[in-house]
């Protein structure tokens, strides 16, 4: 039997878990679906990430709404993802934040993304109707931009670490609190995607900043919270392992002169014994596998992907 394509075929709801990480501090994961969180300012709110549309983001401002009825000063969006910001008008955030890199990228191909992955993982997008349009941030930043949180809060500092999921991620660390938000940059027990990324150096030195952090609590982009420091270094560690399984098995068939389709079946291969059961493994191999292959070729930045393209790869290697 085909396999499905990506994740059309995951329809079930998913087990939703709301935590306080810290005084103010709160993170929603839900078993593998994009993670989001909100910190506490003493009279406004940072949400961190933005869901698929702005119904899906509304159930979430639902649950907040709970514990907090400050407004959102800040949206922060970590990267240009469709299923991390098409929710963005449900905050009324006065200030939307991104990295310069994801500006360009919402302009160059958000459209695009936002069909590629829609057809991907129809799931996430709850009504889809309720996209107003893309998501534009009205502020970018290169290396970090500070957020005073008033009173004896603390900050909360937004910073580059280098290419990595994509060419312009931006994590959220709160050094009081010791809580990093890391969005696609590090997944806990969830299966990474990279067919937007650069693995050189996301497995090197970006992965080597996220981790200079120090982090105690770490919300990674899927997959539960990491708490306490030997859960947060092993977030990181079976992050990097997964980019070296890739970069070993695709990089073996790519120097042979082998196929495509060779390079993907060493790296299911190589993978699936620890990761294979995690979430959007399946989904997510062959784009990971055409990316890393293009960038063994040279190509210096990430093609870009359409709903047609989506298409074409898993045909090749899923099926
Ligand atoms: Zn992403």
């Given at each position: 039997?085909?396999?499905p394509?990506?994740?059309?075929?995951d329809?079930?709801d998913?087990q939703?878990?709301?935590?306080?990480?810290?005084e103010?501090v709160?993170a929603?994961?839900?078993?593998g679906?994009p993670n989001?969180?909100a910190?506490?300012?003493?009279?406004f709110?940072?949400?961190?990430?933005?869901?698929?549309?702005?119904?899906?983001?509304r159930e979430?401002?639902?649950?907040l709404?709970?514990?907090?009825?400050k407004p959102?000063?800040?949206?922060?969006?970590?990267h240009?993802?469709?299923?991390?910001?098409?929710?963005a008008s449900?905050?009324?955030?006065?200030?939307?934040?991104a990295?310069?890199?994801?500006?360009?990228?919402?302009?160059?191909?958000?459209?695009?993304?936002?069909a590629s992955?829609y057809?991907r993982?129809?799931?996430?997008?709850?009504e889809?109707?309720s996209?107003?349009?893309?998501?534009?941030p009205?502020?970018?930043?290169?290396?970090?931009?500070?957020?005073?949180l008033?009173?004896?809060?603390g900050?909360?500092v937004?910073?580059?670490?280098?290419?990595?999921?994509?060419e312009?991620?931006?994590?959220?660390?709160?050094?009081r609190?010791?809580?990093?938000?890391a969005?696609?940059?590090?997944?806990?027990?969830a299966?990474?995607?990279t067919?937007?990324?650069?693995?050189r150096?996301?497995?090197g030195?970006?992965?080597?900043?996220?981790?200079?952090?120090?982090?105690r609590?770490?919300?990674?982009?899927?997959g539960?919270?990491?708490?306490?420091?030997r859960?947060?270094?092993?977030?990181?560690?079976q992050?990097?392992d997964?980019l070296?399984v890739m970069l070993t098995?695709?990089?073996?068939a790519?120097?042979?002169?082998g196929?495509?389709?060779?390079?993907?079946?060493?790296?299911?291969?190589?993978?699936?014994p620890r990761y294979?059961?995690?979430?959007?493994?399946?989904?997510?191999?062959p784009?990971?596998v055409s990316?890393l292959?293009?960038?063994?070729?040279?190509?210096?930045?990430?093609r870009?992907?359409?709903?047609?393209?989506?298409?074409?790869?898993w045909?090749?290697?899923q099926?």
């Amino acid at each position: 039997m085909p396999k499905p394509f990506a994740s059309s075929a995951d329809l079930g709801d998913k087990q939703r878990s709301f935590e306080e990480l810290a005084e103010g501090v709160y993170a929603l994961t839900a078993e593998g679906d994009p993670n989001v969180g909100a910190v506490e300012g003493e009279d406004f709110l940072v949400c961190f990430e933005a869901m698929a549309t702005p119904v899906a983001a509304r159930e979430w401002l639902a649950t907040l709404r709970q514990r907090t009825a400050k407004p959102v000063r800040y949206l922060v969006l970590s990267h240009y993802h469709a299923v991390r910001v098409l929710g963005a008008s449900a905050f009324g955030a006065e200030v939307i934040v991104a990295h310069d890199k994801t500006r360009e990228l919402i302009a160059e191909r958000g459209e695009q993304d936002w069909a590629s992955e829609y057809g991907r993982m129809p799931r996430l997008f709850k009504e889809p109707s309720s996209i107003p349009g893309l998501t534009w941030p009205t502020a970018t930043f290169s290396d970090t931009f500070t957020i005073q949180l008033g009173g004896d809060r603390g900050e909360v500092v937004l910073a580059h670490c280098g290419r990595g999921h994509t060419e312009g991620d931006l994590v959220a660390w709160l050094p009081r609190q010791g809580v990093l938000f890391a969005g696609d940059l590090v997944e806990s027990q969830a299966a990474l995607y990279t067919g937007d990324a650069f693995h050189r150096d996301w497995a090197g030195a970006t992965l080597d900043r996220v981790a200079s952090f120090g982090a105690r609590v770490l919300v990674g982009g899927r997959g539960a919270v990491a708490r306490g420091e030997r859960e947060v270094a092993a977030a990181v560690a079976q992050t990097r392992d997964f980019l070296r399984v890739m970069l070993t098995e695709v990089g073996a068939a790519h120097g042979r002169g082998g196929t495509l389709k060779e390079a993907f079946e060493g790296a299911h291969r190589a993978l699936a014994p620890r990761y294979g059961a995690w979430p959007i493994f399946e989904h997510c191999l062959p784009f990971n596998v055409s990316r890393l292959w293009d960038e063994l070729d040279g190509v210096e930045r990430p093609r870009v992907w359409t709903a047609e393209r989506d298409r074409e790869v898993w045909e090749l290697l899923q099926t």
